[in-house]
């Protein structure tokens, strides 16, 4: 299943993304529209980390395509959470980029 978006009357369809239920449920709570979506994972910046693909939306790609897409002005913070087939598991926002990959914890030994 292609996600579709239409924006006025135009149909936009990108083949390679579809969302889960999941996702659905938790964009319409946090107040992310699929447009917004679509140009998280066009333009996002790809984060490989916990077994899973990050699609962010950060200050860097906000100075970098701003001015191809003012949209992305107000999308500072949108994460999109990916399975390696392409699905979008979940949607949220979050401007702190250190979260998807913490630091190690140091192990304490007993001695």
């Known amino acids: 299943m292609a996600f579709i978006v239409k924006e006025q009357d135009r ?3 990108i083949p390679d993304l579809t ?23 066009q333009y996002g910046r790809v984060i490989h980390a916990r077994r899973a693909t990050y699609y962010v939306i950060g200050n860097k ?25 392409g699905t979008v598991l979940t949607a949220f926002r979050n401007k702190d980029l250190r979260k998807i990959r913490p630091f190690k914890h140091s192990h304490k030994h007993l001695h």
């Open 61 to 85: 790609e906000i100075e970098k395509y701003g001015s191809i897409k003012p949209e992305l002005k107000a999308m500072n913070g949108i994460q999109l959470v990916m399975s390696s087939n």
């Open 11 to 13: 149909l936009f369809v």
């Open 19 to 41: 969302n889960s239920q999941h996702a659905q449920i938790r964009e319409g709570q946090r107040g992310i529209s699929k447009k917004q979506v679509m140009l998280a994972y």
